[in-house]
């Protein structure tokens, strides 16, 4: 597989504001091994390579176990995650793939008690934002460590 494009570059003032968003995702109070398990299970379901690789690495690096994370493509059957995470799973599923148009009530039904309004509002919008980055590397065929495929975080604007 070839890297097509430089989307940093191309775009760099859309690139800054999906980092934008990133940063308030990691300010907003949901759990970042959470977040973490959300962007690599959205990441699976979308077959984002480039995406994957980077967010099984973070989340190694921010301590989570390495059996839950090879267990996480069958979350349903495997032990040792939480209710709370499973709702996430839940509801990451449902947002990526909304292959009926919408997450049905039943999701929502089940998710629901696991987050308040802004937990659920914010977990949402972790889950279209990981969307998005994996449409853009999959588009671009970013090659997991491959540098040019590598986004580079601008500096924060205060």
């Known amino acids: 597989m070839e890297f097509r494009l430089d989307y940093y570059n191309a775009a760099p003032d859309a690139v800054r504001a999906l980092f934008g ?8 109070g949901l759990e970042k091994p959470l977040l973490e398990l959300v962007k690599l299970r959205a990441s699976e ?5 480039f995406c994957i690789d980077a967010h099984w690495r ?6 989570e176990d ?26 990451t599923e449902a947002v990526t ?3 009926g148009g919408h997450v049905s009530d039943e999701v ?20 279209a934002a990981i969307n998005a980055w994996n449409r853009m590397s999959i588009s671009f065929r970013a090659v997991p460590g491959h540098p040019f495929a590598l986004p580079r975080s601008p500096k924060p604007e205060t």
């Open 21 to 28: 968003l990133e940063t308030y995702l990691a300010r907003c």
């Open 58 to 63: 973070d989340a190694r690096k921010g301590g």
């Open 66 to 91: 390495e059996r839950r994370l090879y267990l996480l493509a069958a979350w349903r059957e495997s032990p040792g995650y939480t209710d709370r995470e499973r709702a996430a799973m839940e509801l």
């Open 97 to 99: 793939h909304l292959t």
């Open 108 to 127: 929502f039904a089940a998710v629901r008690p696991h987050f308040s309004d802004k937990e659920l509002a914010d977990l949402t919008l972790a889950v």
């Open 45 to 49: 379901l979308n077959g984002c390579a």
